[in-house]
């Protein structure tokens, strides 16, 4: 069983609709949360993220923590064409480990 | 600008060769990584290291290999060993006491 699982689409949606992207995780020692964005040849950039269970928003996006369930989501509100890309959740169990990812999510929003 | 500089954007090695890849950073950051990327298979870890002079195998680490002379560099070397090197290769880096890592723009690798 991978430490991390997500569903890797491909995920097709009209603009302007709500996206939900979901991460599974089996480690609970796993404390620090981040979602990245990755288009098509390029390096990924960090989009969001979180330490503690709950909500966080910036702009059209939330992330969402529920260690009780380990179980981490990213909303994408009125979606954009321009939100098409690949978004990978990453996780840590502290500053000194490295990241684990998933395997990404390919998102394609359709004007 | 801060930020890591990966280089070059696309490579081309023939069957048996060495290739280096390069990344830099001027972030002023510890910790420095390098991922392949497959399709449908996300980032894997090749090397990490976390001071100068010092570097740990991630979960692919045969075939490659990498120096920490400086800490603004951390170059990853593509062996004639890593028997199928054709991938994306992102460098990372990430400050002391930071959790979340920052990615050049990758170097394509490709086998002819």
């Known amino acids: 069983q991978k430490e991390v699982e997500q569903d890797p689409g491909p995920l097709s949606v009209p603009e302007g609709a709500i996206v939900s992207l979901n991460c599974t995780y089996s480690?609970?020692?796993?404390?620090?949360f981040m979602w990245y964005r990755q288009y098509s040849r390029k390096g990924p950039e960090l989009l969001m993220y979180?330490?503690?269970?709950g909500n966080k928003e910036d702009g059209r996006f939330t992330a969402q923590v529920d260690k009780s369930s380990k179980y981490i989501s990213l909303f994408i509100r009125d979606s954009q064409p321009s939100d098409s890309a690949t978004y990978l959740c990453?996780?840590?169990?502290?500053?000194?480990?490295?990241?684990?990812f998933g395997s990404g999510t390919q998102l394609t929003v359709l004007p | 600008d801060g930020g890591i500089t990966q280089s070059p954007k696309y490579l081309f090695r023939k069957e048996g060769q060495n290739v280096t890849l390069s990344c830099e950073q001027n972030?002023?950051?510890?910790?420095m990584y390098w991922y392949r990327q497959d399709p449908g298979q996300g980032l894997r870890l090749i090397y990490y290291?976390?001071?100068?002079?010092?570097?740990q195998k991630g979960d692919i680490a045969e075939g490659y290999s990498v120096s920490r002379e400086k800490k603004e560099s951390f170059p990853l070397t593509v062996t004639s060993a890593q028997k199928n090197p054709t991938a994306f290769y992102l460098c990372?880096?990430?400050?002391?006491?930071?959790?979340?890592?920052?990615f050049g723009q990758g170097t394509r690798l490709t086998v002819v």
């Open positions: 990372a880096s990430k400050g002391q006491g930071g959790t979340e890592a920052f």
């Open positions: 480690n609970s020692a796993f404390q620090y």
């Open positions: 979180t330490y503690s269970s």
């Open positions: 990453a996780l840590t169990s502290g500053s000194a480990r490295q990241l684990t």
């Open positions: 972030l002023n950051h510890d910790a």
């Open positions: 290291s976390q001071i100068v002079n010092d570097f």
